[in-house]
């Protein structure tokens, strides 16, 4: 075959992209799209691709990123996590090709086909390597000095990646890397109230509302629901398991306060907060009931064989002179649930 009638597909692929990318349009709403529409453009030109993620790396503490992944397996499908900016620092994290690409700004390519275990510095791709993958390239493609955008490509095709298929890859960088930090920003933009994971609106937010129905004297119940036992369900089951049970609470709560007055917030890793405006006690609890009846298989919980939910209600009262008491009593309610075994509502 001709070779240039070969990468000739790959190359209408990438010119698709960067002309897009240069317009300011790349006819999606999100990155994660983003992300399945360039796997798509590859694939569909010939790049013998099966894993991709799309990461926006923070350089400078007190910034987020995000990841996004996508498999060869889940064509359809592609994985998001909001990272805070911590998530980059940890120990753990420190031998990494993010922290590579952060440090270097290089490119890094292993033809992890040919190389014996032991000489793979990253204990990411030795994972690669042991699920049966050929070749990995990591790309820097663009930095404005507080965001770092990258892009990692992996095969299981034997021989790797074509030289010539990489050349036309590495005209990302540049163009089609601004293009995805300046769509980051804008997300970030509009996430400075809400949780990226559920769309919930965020705990500053809430407190923001709470204060607002405190100044008015409204009539307000909090619930604070916490699932029980979930670190050892992460731990069971994995971060992508994880954040879809997080995602069905969220759901739960989103349909309990459908064509209601009432709040759902996401509080804080494995807590969600419900404001009930002017509801009565007793609406409070049947609404806590409904989120605890939620049946998520989880094996390895101490107390059930499904996902449970410990709750806390407070309401507020004429005595409170800010919303930092109510927010305070229903911890402490959520903490007497925890004493009490969880899978149950304290007031």
Known sequence: MNPESRIGPIRTAIDQLIAEASAGNTGVA??????????????????????????????????????????????????????????????????????????????????????????????????????GFTDYLAESLFSDGTYLASLTLATRRSGGFRGSDLQEVQRLVGTTGMAVVTRFRERAQLNAWSDPLTGLINRRRLEQRLAEACEAKLAISLLLINLDDFDAYNSQFGQFCADDCLMAVSRVLLAASAGQTHLPARFGGDIFALVLAGAQAGEAEAIGRQVLALRLAHPGSSGSPFITVRVGLAELTPADGSSAGLVSRAQEALAAAKEAGGNCLIR
């Open 30 to 131: 999100n990155l994660a799209d983003l992300t399945a529409k360039a796997a798509r453009l590859l694939v569909g030109g010939g790049l013998p691709l099966d894993r991709l993620n799309l990461s926006v790396i923070p350089l400078q503490s007190g910034h987020d990123g995000v990841q996004y992944w996508w498999e060869l397996e889940q064509f359809d499908a592609v994985r998001s996590f909001h990272r805070t900016s911590d998530y980059f620092e940890q120990e753990n994290r420190r031998n990494t090709v993010f922290k590579h690409l952060r440090d270097t700004g290089e490119p890094l390519r292993l033809r992890l086909e040919t190389l014996p275990i032991e000489s793979i510095a990253f204990d990411f791709l030795v994972k690669l390597k042991r699920e």
